[in-house]
């Protein structure tokens, strides 16, 4: 069974760092691209990055570049979503996704099932 | 422009038909794929690549597209259809975006 499997709950402070993990089973995980999604309470799905585990090539959508470092650790079939300070509009829930692809065509799936990020003094 | 325009939202009767459309320039190279969220839950795909439905959804989910818009379709909507629909897509540039979502309401 494809599974990914977030980490738990995190409540911070402003100007913590925080890592948040994904850990992937069911496929080969050097094969597929997993992508992280934001979501803010009440409001929608934003793309906030992709990577490849096989050569760890990333991409940033613009709004996240620079404000989050998205990594892999082979060994361990996870994804890695990294800040080095929090602020209390990073509060929200993650989410990764295993991307898959045919000509033309890209979806998302399976999801894990979230990690909700609190950050508040 | 790259971004991707959903009704934020619809409602329909039960049993009835309803459409829920996406549209966006980026929808012209590469097509749509529809997620479905219920309230405190993971989203969950339920079309991708026009009108494919992954193992677990329902028939009365369908998909089209056609030029710059997608559409789902839910023929005979049911009650635990009521949820957030969201669309994704990407651009020439691997950047994926999502559609603002449509809360669609079963009366």
């Known amino acids: 069974e494809v599974q990914l499997v977030q980490s738990g709950a995190e409540v911070k402070e402003p100007g913590e760092s925080l890592r948040i993990s994904c850990r992937c089973s069911?496929?080969?995980?050097?094969?597929?691209?997993i992508a992280w999604v934001r979501q803010k309470p009440g409001k929608g799905l934003e793309f906030m990055g992709i990577i490849y585990p096989g050569d760890t090539e990333t991409i940033y959508s613009p709004t996240f570049r620079g404000q989050v470092t998205i990594s892999v650790d082979k060994s361990a079939r996870t994804a890695l979503l990294d800040w080095n300070s929090l602020q209390v509009s990073d509060t929200a829930t993650y989410y990764c996704?295993?991307?898959?692809?045919?000509?033309?065509?890209?979806?998302?799936?399976?999801w894990g099932q979230g990690t909700l990020v609190t950050v508040s003094s | 422009s790259s971004e991707l325009t959903q009704d934020p939202a619809v409602s329909v009767a039960l049993g009835q038909t309803v459409r829920l459309t996406c549209q966006g320039d980026?929808?012209?190279?590469?097509?749509a794929s529809w997620y479905q969220q219920k309230p405190g839950q993971a989203p969950r795909l339920v079309m991708y690549a026009e009108n494919n439905r992954p193992s677990g959804i329902a028939e009365r989910f369908s998909g089209s597209h056609s030029g710059d818009i997608a559409t789902l379709t839910v023929t005979g909507t049911q009650a635990e259809d009521e949820a957030d629909y969201y669309c994704n897509s990407r651009d020439n540039n691997g950047i994926h975006m999502f559609g603002g979502g449509t809360k669609l309401t079963v009366l």
């Open positions: 996704a295993r991307r898959l692809y045919s000509t033309g065509w890209h979806w998302f799936d399976p």
């Open positions: 980026i929808l012209r190279r590469f097509l």
């Open positions: 069911g496929f080969d995980f050097t094969s597929y691209w």
